[in-house]
């Protein structure tokens, strides 16, 4: 896990904090209006050779975005992890909110932990965080593969992702905090559930900078009370 931790906006201030762990890239998914003209000016100047293949590319993570925008993602980071084969394994990391307006947030988690227990394939379980209370689920499952169909074949391919997922929320709050893992390197599943685990342990709806702070005030305190028990008895 980095020392850098990631600020989900919200107005007028951040909603939560978590750590986004090595490996990972963080997609900004409500980039500056200049930094897309930007890219656009850099597409239309390439060669026209490269200028369709980089369209493309443009067009997917537009496309990306705005799906993640329309459902409640407020976090998104791509992982990229070398693999037993010597290759890579990809991953992606999304953080959600979904408000629980007017009822108790622990109760709504608590009615989807048992209406998970129809379906013992998802293997969930309570868990404790230092935020809160939730609940870990995980389960396989077959998915539209990303890229164009290939030439000949009007549907997409399908394959394998394996699906890690943590809800939880903190005391007194009313939202719903969703992290999920999703990677095709379903083999890799125990690594990636302690990676998915990682961030869950550092989620925090307190500035950790603003504890930080009071750490350090604390430890000056307590380094003041020894020194003036040191004076007191030589």
């Excluded at 947030?105 to 998802?122: F, I, Q, Y």
């Excluded at 077959?142 to 169909?149: D, H, I, N, S």
């Excluded at 390197?185 to 709806?205: E, K, N, P």
Aim: with cysteine.
């Amino acid at each position: 896990m980095t020392d850098v931790f990631t600020e989900v906006a919200s107005q007028p201030k951040p909603l939560l904090w978590y750590g986004l762990p090595h490996g990972y890239l963080q997609l900004d998914l409500d980039p500056p209006f200049e930094r897309v003209v930007e890219l656009i000016n850099q597409v239309l100047g390439l060669p026209d050779e490269l200028r369709d293949h980089v369209e493309q590319v443009v067009r997917f993570y537009t496309g990306v975005v705005g799906m993640l925008n329309a459902q409640n993602v407020l976090g998104c980071a791509m992982g990229l992890h070398p693999d037993e084969s010597g290759g890579f394994a990809s991953s992606v990391l999304t953080i959600s909110v979904f408000p629980a307006s007017g009822v108790n947030a622990k109760l709504v988690l608590a009615s989807m932990a048992g209406t998970a227990a129809d379906r013992p394939d998802e293997g969930m379980r309570p868990l404790e965080l230092p935020c809160g209370t939730g609940f870990l689920a995980e389960k396989k499952r077959r998915t539209t593969a990303p890229g164009v169909p290939p030439e000949g074949k009007g549907t997409s391919l399908q394959g394998t992702v394996w699906q890690g997922t943590v809800a939880v929320t903190g005391a007194g709050a009313s939202d719903i905090v969703v992290l999920q893992l999703v990677t095709p390197a379903v083999d890799m599943a125990d690594s990636y559930r302690d990676v998915l685990l990682g961030v869950a342990h550092t989620l925090s709806f307190t500035d950790p900078a603003l504890m930080a702070a009071a750490e350090g005030a604390s430890a000056l305190q307590d380094s003041a009370s020894v020194d003036a028990i040191r004076n007191d008895f030589g």
